[in-house]
């Protein structure tokens, strides 16, 4: 078999490109299984072949342990793809989930990779019963729940919470889910016995976080099935009020999906009521922040002036700077401190007016004569915090959590 076949080997912008001028209505649609699977590296090509044939595009991660996907379908080969999974005893039935909005973009490329685990949640998973999992709630009774006060916590990391969440529930300020996991354990020490609620994008993170919280001692644990995706999706199929506010973070080119028209958050970058979360346009940073229109016209959809400097320049030019520097990185850094981004978008400006630039060393650049003193840009950004999971860009995205 050609391997290389087997793999996507496009640039992003042709991809993007190609999707533009295919021009066929797509579904995005996402489901996850625990289920023992076998020869999982055959298994991997064989999938491949069958659903790029589809036309099948997204992020897959298959491992012995299962399979969680979330993917874009032309919505003619629904069906199909229907028929495909169901005809694999492992996948019969999955129950999946479909977004309900969509504008067909949501992935440029089929990614089908082999993993160890389904979700990188840094557990131990012989180290308590993964299968006693927390009570499956639907969106109706999940409602009610919260009306009648149970505690809900959100189970995604701090920069997916950033845009939407459910009203009055606990945030983690971790950004990692091991990090969330452990924050909850702590913050609810004393209310072991409490019900509590959890809830994750689409669900699978809950199968783990239900499971290790009962483990630890939590006695009365549920948990939102299916994820905010399919609460969604229930709130329209039977008309019920939204306790979700705002926006719904997902992991593909969308970056997100609106559930209320109620706006959680702030620029950034000028503090105005926002929700437009975006990534810094300049490739060497892609920071995620949230960014108003205005703001991303006067920093050029930058995260900050000496990003906006470079990604401004001749491409030739960018690309000299860009020699040696990671444009793929598989991290995802989100501001973690919008107060110190404000303080250094100032001192950037003040040093801008001052020097003409603040990348003085770049050759051929606005600020080739400009004083040497001026390396604040050359600098990482301050104020950002590293999150080790997936760059919400459609760039290489590692750990697709749902
Ligand atoms: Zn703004
Ligand atoms: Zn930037």
């Known amino acids: ?43 991997r090509h064989v999938l491949y072949a069958e659903w790029d044939s589809l036309g099948v595009l997204g992020r897959i991660y298959i491992s012995q342990e299962g399979i969680n996907a979330q993917v874009s379908v032309p919505t003619t080969n629904l069906a199909a793809f229907r028929a495909a999974l169901d005809a694999r005893e492992a996948f019969a039935n999955v129950p999946w989930k479909i977004a309900v909005e969509d504008d067909g973009k949501s992935f440029l490329k089929l990614i089908l990779k082999v993993k160890n685990k389904i979700v990188a949640d840094g557990l131990a998973d012989d180290a308590f019963d993964v299968t006693n999992v927390g009570e499956h709630l639907d969106a109706r009774t999940f409602n009610r729940k919260m009306e009648e006060g149970a505690l809900v916590i959100d189970m995604r990391n701090n920069y997916e919470c950033l845009i939407g969440h459910f009203e009055g529930a606990y945030l983690p300020k971790a950004d990692t889910f091991r990090g969330a996991i452990e924050e909850v354990k702590e913050v609810m020490k004393e209310k072991k016995n409490a019900e509590v609620l959890l809830y994750c994008t689409g669900g699978i993170r809950c199968e783990k976080a239900s499971a290790y919280l009962k483990h630890e001692g939590f006695t009365n644990v549920a948990q939102l099935h299916g994820g905010i995706i399919d609460y969604a999706r ?27 028209d109620d706006v959680v958050s702030t620029c950034m970058q000028c503090g105005t009521s926002c929700d437009r979360i975006t990534n810094c346009h300049e490739a060497t940073c892609n920071m995620l922040l949230v960014q108003c229109e205005a703001c991303a016209a006067k920093y050029a959809d930058c995260c900050s002036p000496s990003c906006r400097e470079i990604h401004l320049l001749p491409v030739e030019v960018q690309r000299a700077w860009r020699k040696g520097r990671s444009t793929r990185s598989t991290k995802t850094k989100a501001v973690s401190d919008p107060e110190g981004l404000r303080r250094r978008i100032r001192e950037e400006e003040e040093l801008l007016a001052l020097n003409g630039s ?42 697709p959590h749902q």
């Open 1 to 43: 078999m050609d391997l290389h076949r087997l793999r996507n080997l496009h640039r992003p912008d042709i991809l993007r490109e190609r999707l533009e001028r295919e021009g066929v209505p797509r579904t995005t649609l996402s489901f996850y299984r625990y289920v023992r699977l076998s020869e999982v590296e055959d298994l």
């Open 234 to 260: 229930q709130l329209k199929a039977e008309g019920l009020r939204s306790k979700y506010l705002g926006q719904n973070f997902v992991f593909d080119e969308r970056l997100a999906e609106r559930i209320t």
């Open 358 to 399: 603040l990348h003085p060393s770049i050759p051929g650049g606005i600020g080739e004569s400009a004083s040497d003193l001026v390396r604040a840009g050359d600098l990482p950004p301050s104020g950002l915090m590293d999150i080790s999971n997936q760059n919400p860009n459609g760039r290489d995205i590692s750990h």
